[in-house]
């Protein structure tokens, strides 16, 4: 009965290649957000959607594209890959009070 | 722009005292939230306490507390008791109310829990 689900949780891949990383929430949220966190700990925002519409996109190359095709599923798709974007992802979803974050997937790009 | 500053890369608390964990942030909003969160070496983000900053009281989860100073913006997390389940990275955070709202988080503070 996992709540905030991601995959996969380990991507090693190529620089220049295309990846996508898949979230879904199951806590019935109507916001959902993705995080970055970089190689010193550093969580930062990158976008964020609200019943499938985009409400907050911070400064990110536009090599990442999120997609939301239902309330319940925000994936993050990034073309042609770079070192630098080496980070943990993190998916969240939001209810009133909280924001609930899935267990991160880790991209290591070679 | 909202920051929020941790100004204590890393602490260490023997095992069964209390740490005090600081955080400061910069806003010129009334409404908000402040969040301390745990990721211990699993990276899973655990919420370990929250506070409405329109609530004078301060929050409280079991050994967690928070000393919340409105007018001063500052949110500093005591532990009390502290346990070697404890030791992780904290990190402080603030989020606007409203739906268009995300989390500022600071830069993050390592817990270290000794014998």
């Known amino acids: 009965d996992t709540a905030v689900s991601q995959t996969p949780k380990y991507l090693v891949t190529q620089m220049g290649n295309d990846k996508s990383i898949k979230c879904e929430q199951n806590?019935?949220?109507?916001?959902m957000y993705w995080y970055k966190q970089d190689s010193k700990k550093f969580l930062k925002i990158m976008f964020s959607?609200?019943?499938?519409?985009?409400?907050i996109n911070e400064t990110v190359p536009n090599r990442f594209s999120p997609k939301s095709p239902d309330k319940a599923h925000l994936n993050l798709h990034i073309n042609s890959l770079e070192l630098g974007d080496s980070a943990v992802y993190f998916c969240a979803s939001r209810d009133y009070n909280e924001q609930f974050f899935g267990p991160g997937t880790r991209l290591t790009v070679l | 722009a909202q920051t929020v500053t941790q100004s204590q890369p890393e602490m260490s608390v023997q095992e069964a005292e209390t740490v005090t964990l600081s955080c400061t942030y910069d806003?010129?909003?009334?409404?908000?939230?402040l969040f301390w969160y745990k990721q211990p070496p699993s990276r899973q983000m655990i919420l370990v306490i929250r506070?409405?900053?329109?609530?004078?009281q301060n929050a409280t989860e079991n050994r967690f507390s928070v000393n919340f100073q409105k007018a001063a913006k500052s949110f500093s997390l005591k532990i009390s008791d502290s346990q070697l389940g404890d030791a992780a990275m904290y990190f402080c955070a603030y989020r606007l109310s409203g739906t268009a709202s995300k989390l500022t988080f600071g830069t993050g503070t390592r817990l270290q829990v000794t014998l």
């Open positions: 959607y609200n019943n499938k519409e985009l409400i």
């Open positions: 506070q409405e900053a329109y609530k004078q």
């Open positions: 806590l019935g949220h109507d916001t």
């Open positions: 806003t010129s909003e009334s409404d908000y939230y």
